[in-house]
């Protein structure tokens, strides 16, 4: 890989405990050319447990990372306790302000949502959670990648990779997109049809929706309740 | 996430400097469930610094790691030196005689070559990278996951992702497959037609191919001495 560019975008990425990292590295290896300098943040220069066998280093705190020009928060199950990481939430709030792109992959939305950035915003999540959206004032769309403006959200996991694809679309052309495309070699092929709620067979999606249930619930608990406290919704 | 379940399988996932994070993460996080107990595979207990901004934390050494049920070799630049990494390579051979599989994305497959394993096998790799195979003694093939007996290889980079859904099927059957399909939302969506040489521009596919040549050359230069000196081809 090249040197990064000297007019090189930042793009700075949150971390936290338990997140998936697919939800992480889709965007990130799309968006990992000399045309972008991306930070892993997290509060302390310290190993972060994510979810199966990994912990990642950060290479950024929150207290000490400016403002990017693309703000990024992945989703996974540790999305329901950084939601009411204050600090973190804060961060994201701020640093909404001064970027040039909101983004997320995955439940990184309802972190989003939290920190009061989808208010009326057309956006998108991991479809088990997409009702969620609503309670934190945001407009649910069920679609692979959605943009409001320069909110731009993708859906559950391995969308993360067409999100970072129309990003890039977005920001450097549809040539550098196209390049990237066949650098990481996507054209998908499934072996089974599937993958979303309109195209699983109706047991997977029953089967799914049965495991998730606990943890559903507490997300929609822990959304209402900041949508109603902290939002005024 | 359950706890790992009592009969597991074993999953060695190789690490090494540079190498590319989604070749990784998406066989990772296909196979991250209670029925598969994997770990990060390195000369020692030490970051790794990878592709990208990641420095990520190995669970277990090549020295004190037993074979595995699953054999896994990720690709990525970092891939050459790794094929002259000597203890690299006769851990990959040694593990391979009591795996029940060998695998790979990407280049990882020129890893599995090095070593011995593809001698004769059916295999994939990178598209960029595909005629190297021959030069390690394997039967290169051009599709997105090949399955010669219990050597199981995927393409480039983004492929990993079907690459895991087909052992998945393979070892578990289609509806845990498709049950985590779902819940990993794989349903792609590109934006763009292409990320392959079939489907991708000519003149996009030039460019790729230009911006490679360099390192390229090095991988062609050091899977024939390789072939030569070591597997007597």
Same mark, same amino acid.
């Given at each position: 890989m090249a040197e990064t560019q000297p007019d090189a975008l930042r793009v700075g990425m949150v971390l936290f405990p338990n997140l998936t990292m697919l939800d992480l590295i889709g965007p990130h290896d799309v968006l990992n050319t000399p045309r972008c300098k991306i930070d892993l943040l997290w509060h302390r220069i310290e190993p972060v447990p994510v979810q199966g066998s990994f912990s990642i280093l950060p290479t950024a705190t929150f207290a000490d990372?400016?403002?990017?020009?693309i703000l990024f928060v992945p989703g996974g199950p540790g999305q329901l306790p950084a939601m009411d990481d204050e600090a973190l939430i804060a961060f994201v709030a701020r640093a909404a302000q001064g970027a040039k792109y909101i983004t997320s992959v995955c439940t990184g939305s309802l972190i989003l949502g939290a920190a009061g #950035? #989808?208010?009326g915003k057309r956006a998108t999540t991991h479809w088990a959670s997409l009702d969620q959206l609503a309670l934190l004032g945001a407009i649910p769309v069920s679609e692979r990648v959605v943009e409001d403006g320069n909110v731009i959200t993708g859906a559950g996991v391995s969308s993360g990779i067409d999100f970072g694809l129309v990003l890039t679309a977005r920001i450097w052309g549809e040539a550098a997109a196209k390049t990237i495309q066949l650098a990481i070699e996507y054209d998908p092929d499934p072996p089974?049809? /599937? /993958?979303?709620v309109q195209t699983s067979e109706p047991e997977i999606v029953a089967t799914m929706r049965a495991r998730m249930a606990p943890l559903l619930e507490k997300r929609v608990a822990t959304a209402t309740r900041i949508g109603r406290e902290k939002l005024g919704l």
């Open positions: 990372y400016a403002p990017p020009d #950035l #989808l208010k089974f049809t /599937g /993958g979303s």
